[in-house]
């Protein structure tokens, strides 16, 4: 059974505070994936990693970077949270052709 | 850039109906085309998908045309039950090493008992 974690389901922050979203997948795949969900806009992507080290900007990108240090592990990170940044955070990798999605974290940002 | 369109936004059928969701996309290169079901509090899950080399797939209850002459793609679902209601997804992406997927806005079923 495929398994992809993210480290909260539910956060809370302040307006300017640095923000880390961990996702951690256990089956060695290569692509991995941060999606935002919002009501009426779907998921849209913010980044994606081919590899190690390797990361690519999706369709919104501005206000996030990542980090993906080592092959299981895929960071996203908020350098200066803003309130329009209140979302369902999804982290995914894939496998063939199907997308594997972590359960989500739910960012407030007050 | 690559966009998905997808309606209705939401849609409410009686039990037993079918319920019919529509997409179109913009990039003539995409030839992947998942669809994805979201049950309220879950994650996203992969129920079906179609290459464009197929231009019709059956799974039991559900199945995806595609028509990409026009560039469209259907999710039906016959004899619908209560455990159908969800968000679904339709999706597009174009199949080369670690692609993107360009997911629609996404349709919340209802499905009246």
């Known amino acids: 059974d495929v398994k992809v974690t993210q480290s909260s389901r539910y956060l809370v922050k302040r307006t300017g505070e640095k923000v880390f979203l961990e996702c951690v997948q256990d089956m060695d795949h290569e692509n991995m994936f941060w999606y935002r969900q919002d009501p009426g806009l779907g998921l849209r992507l913010i980044y994606f990693?081919?590899?190690?080290?390797?990361?690519e900007k999706g369709d919104i990108p501005e206000g996030y970077s990542v980090s993906r240090e080592k092959k299981e592990r895929f960071s996203l990170i908020l350098e200066s949270a803003s309130t329009n940044q209140t979302s369902m955070y999804l982290c995914a990798f894939q496998r063939g052709n199907e997308q594997f999605f972590g359960p989500g974290t739910r960012l407030t940002v007050l | 850039g690559e966009n998905v369109e997808q309606h209705p936004s939401t849609l409410s059928v009686q039990e037993g109906d079918s319920a019919v969701i529509k997409c179109t996309y913009s990039?003539?290169?995409?030839?992947?085309f998942p669809w994805y079901k979201q049950e309220l509090g879950k994650r996203p899950q992969l129920i079906i998908d179609i290459r464009s080399n197929v231009g019709e797939k059956k799974d039991q209850r559900i199945a995806v045309t595609l028509n990409k002459t026009a560039k469209h793609f259907s999710l039906h679902i016959t004899e619908t039950q209560p455990e159908d209601s969800a968000v679904y997804f339709c999706?597009?992406?174009?199949?080369?090493?670690?692609?993107?997927?360009?997911f629609g806005a996404g349709t919340r079923l209802f499905v009246k008992a």
């Open positions: 990693s081919y590899d190690v080290k390797m990361k």
């Open positions: 999706a597009a992406s174009l199949n080369t090493g670690g692609f993107k997927t360009i």
């Open positions: 990039d003539s290169a995409s030839n992947y």
